[in-house]
């Protein structure tokens, strides 16, 4: 069951969302708004028509290191990567508010603009495109040791879930 507080906490959301429907509205416009940028671009946006715009990069690594790049230049955005998605699947999600700005999105875009060449061949070879384009040798060895995403694929690759078969009666 929901703790009261949570209940009490979503509850006050949707009433401020029904009091300020400028915000919603707003927050859709921002995102098509950002969507159809990156499908200009020749970003994939997946059909997504919700205020998280995903950007569909495919290469595992290539999502970490546009995002820590992104970062640095002030743009925060998501890698979704193996296991939450399937391998060669990864995505980058932008979470879209009605408090950004069209100089917000545009810095975003720019931002993703920079490493468009990156994102499409990643696309194009999901987890074989080189990161080095995007990295210099200190980041990219910096991203190894936080992540050393071999070790955690053989470990996640390795380990079945200890699930029951179902019984059927």
Known sequence: S?????AASAFRA?????????LVKR???????????FNDIGFDTMGSETCVVPVFIGDDQ??????QQLLEHGVFTTPVCYPAVPKGQA????????????DDLDKAVAGFNEFKD??????????????????????????EKQVNFENLRRGLD????????AVSR
């Open 2 to 6: 929901l703790a009261p507080a949570c």
């Open 27 to 37: 927050n859709h416009e921002n995102a098509a708004y950002l969507r159809h940028r």
């Open 14 to 22: 949707l009433e401020f969302l029904m009091e300020h429907p400028e």
């Open 118 to 143: 990156t994102i499409l061949e990643a696309n194009r070879n999901p987890n074989s495109s080189p990161v080095i384009a995007l990295l210099d040798e200190q980041n990219l060895e910096e991203i």
């Open 91 to 102: 995505v980058i999600r932008c979470s879209v508010m009605a408090t950004h700005t069209r």
């Open 158 to 165: 390795s380990k079945k879930p200890n699930i029951p078969q």
């Open 62 to 67: 290539v999502a970490i290191a546009v995002c």
